[in-house]
């Protein structure tokens, strides 16, 4: 009998464990997300820039997105090699709308908008609601090539929760001081690396918000992609703005 007991209390102890360690990624994706979305509904211009791999510039587009609770998005491209197209993130639903025509064509969020930038990279802004994992442990990061100077960081092991998310699982790097992103492996479903992410923040030695986020392709053509934040202001849209 003590032999069970024993037992049960080990494996209650080991689910408290897990349920605690849950509630921990959780409140750490939560602090993180905070340097990307600073409010629920957002207005952010977005410029998104594909530099060759030897580093000359190749394209550059302009965005408005709309990031509205309850996984809504819409995202308004400003150039005029686009102008008037529309992308609609609805749940784990994405459309394009085209300026001339009344049907919407159905997109995954992996559809590239520029470069490596993808409908998923722009339109969702938060890991804390569409990822679940476990902390791998602390470790030093940043990235030298850049000359970022090293740190202690928290390495995060993160799987999708939901089917509506640009990658299946996430290597995630945070700042253990203040939670910041600092870089991040991404992988499709395949489990392949489909690219590194890199973020800068506005003030490295006391960041408050993501300014910008470099996208390095590792699939096919290794360019890189600047995905800048230009502006955030908080903003709710109409519900018809958010319907098809």
């Given amino acids: 009998m003590k032999f069970l007991t024993r037992l049960r209390l080990v494996a209650t102890l080991a689910v408290l464990g897990l349920q605690a ?14 340097f990307r979305m600073s409010a629920d509904n957002l207005q952010v211009e977005t410029q998104i820039s594909v530099f060759n791999s030897d580093g000359t510039p190749d394209k550059e587009r302009r965005y408005t997105v709309f990031a509205q609770a309850k996984h809504q998005s819409l995202v308004l491209m400003q150039s005029p090699a686009e102008k008037g197209q529309k992308v609609l ?35 969702t802004m938060s890991w804390a609601d569409d990822y679940t994992g476990a902390l791998v442990g602390e470790e030093r990061c940043g990235d030298a090539s850049e000359g970022a100077a090293q740190q202690a960081c928290l390495h995060l092991s993160l799987n999708a929760s939901r089917k509506g998310v640009t990658y299946q699982r996430i290597e995630l790097w945070l700042g253990k001081a203040r939670r910041e992103p600092i870089r991040a492996d991404l992988y499709v479903q395949s489990d392949k690396l489909a690219k590194q992410a890199r973020f800068v923040m506005d003030k490295p030695a006391a960041p408050t918000m993501m300014t910008e986020m470099v996208l390095r392709d590792q699939l096919s053509n290794h360019k890189e992609t600047r995905v800048r934040y230009l502006s955030r202001k908080e903003r709710s849209v109409p519900e018809t703005w958010l319907t098809m």
């Fill in 21 to 34: 360690q849950a509630q921990d990624i959780g409140t750490l994706l939560k602090a993180a997300d905070r």
């Fill in 89 to 123: 993130m609805l749940g784990d639903d994405f459309w394009l709308l085209m300026p001339n025509s009344q049907r919407p064509l159905r997109i995954t969020p992996m559809q590239k908008l520029l470069g490596d930038a993808s409908t998923g990279d722009v339109a």
